[in-house]
């Protein structure tokens, strides 16, 4: 513990929507707990928060999610940026780096509906809501005729958007019901090689400005191995693709008696019914840079099978 330690206040900026609090809320109390720091938080409101009748893939992508909160730890209005792992981008401006992430919840994607229990379920040119190109792909690989119409806003927006009759079904990520107690509206969870999760799905990041090493050295213990080496492999995926919300690409990696299985899908943004491209591997990287090469292999693995002719053309 950090009992002969000076107390030491840390600011986490977070996103205001009720999942983005729960999961500072959810950081804050281990690091009091465990660490021993006094904590506050910073809420702000993102322009991903605010832009809510347009797809993420065309105002800009996830980065949209965590420039305000880069700007707050930039400034020294906070020392801490707490994000779900899968709105983080690839790339982070020079002076940010990840300096933890903390073990996964259910990755899985889940099917919310008020009248379906299961995709197979759902009727002929059925509607359900999702504006993630990497779930309409894998939806539209498991069922051509379903209708896939677009939604946006936080959590509780898109179930309320559910209730009020607009959809059939909608996707959403286990996690987050969870987080929120909500996980009762979960009426089926998809296979994760069905529907396979994007980088990073249900685990959170912490963000911090690449010179605060104290602060760096001190969450250190709040890093869940395990997570870490597989979300490493994930994100190097997506990067070696140029993996953003623009880009229907999927990748999740799980442990299995000391081997990592890696798998991941590109779709075709433009044409979403082509054929997807999937890849399946495995290893035992023990270290950060053995776990990026495994995803590297991966990607390579999806250019050998034509990924160039699925990706934006620059």
Not at 125 to 131: E, M, Y
Not at 170 to 186: E, P, S, T
């Amino acid at each position: 513990m950090s009992q002969t330690q000076p107390t030491q206040t840390v600011v986490i900026a977070t996103r205001e929507s009720r999942l983005a609090l729960w999961q500072a809320e959810h950081v804050k109390a281990r690091l009091e707990a465990e660490l021993g720091l006094r904590v506050e938080l910073l809420g702000m409101t993102t322009r991903g928060d605010q832009i809510l009748d347009r797809a993420l893939s065309k105002v800009g992508g996830k980065g949209l999610f965590v420039k305000e909160l880069e700007t707050a730890l930039e400034e020294g209005r906070a020392q801490l940026a707490v994000h779900s792992l899968k709105d983080v981008p690839m790339e982070l401006p020079e002076g940010f780096e990840l300096a933890a992430i903390l073990q996964r919840e259910d990755p899985r994607d889940a099917l919310v509906s008020n009248r379906y229990a299961t995709l197979d379920e759902l009727p002929q040119g059925a509607v359900v809501g999702t504006s993630s190109l990497r779930r309409v792909v894998q939806l539209l690989a498991l069922r051509p005729d379903l209708r896939i119409e677009p939604l946006r806003g936080n959590l509780d927006t898109r179930m309320r958007k559910l209730d009020e009759g607009g959809y059939d079904a909608i996707v959403l990520a286990a996690a987050g019901l969870k987080r929120l107690g909500a996980g009762d509206r979960i009426r089926s969870y998809f296979d994760i090689e069905a529907m396979i999760p994007c980088a990073g799905q249900g685990a959170l990041g912490l963000e911090l400005r690449a010179d605060a090493a104290e602060l760096k050295a001190r969450i250190a213990g709040l890093i869940d191995r395990p997570t870490w080496l597989a979300t490493l492999a994930e994100r190097a995926v997506s990067r070696a693709l140029g993996g953003s919300c623009s880009v229907p690409l999927a990748a999740h990696a799980h442990w299995v008696d000391g081997v990592l299985q890696l798998s991941a899908a590109l779709g075709n943004a433009q044409h979403p019914t082509h054929p997807l491209l999937k890849t399946r591997l495995q290893g035992q990287p023990q270290t950060a840079a053995a776990a990026e090469a495994l995803g590297l292999q991966a990607a390579q693995a999806l250019m050998a099978l034509g990924a160039a002719a699925y990706l934006p053309q620059a």
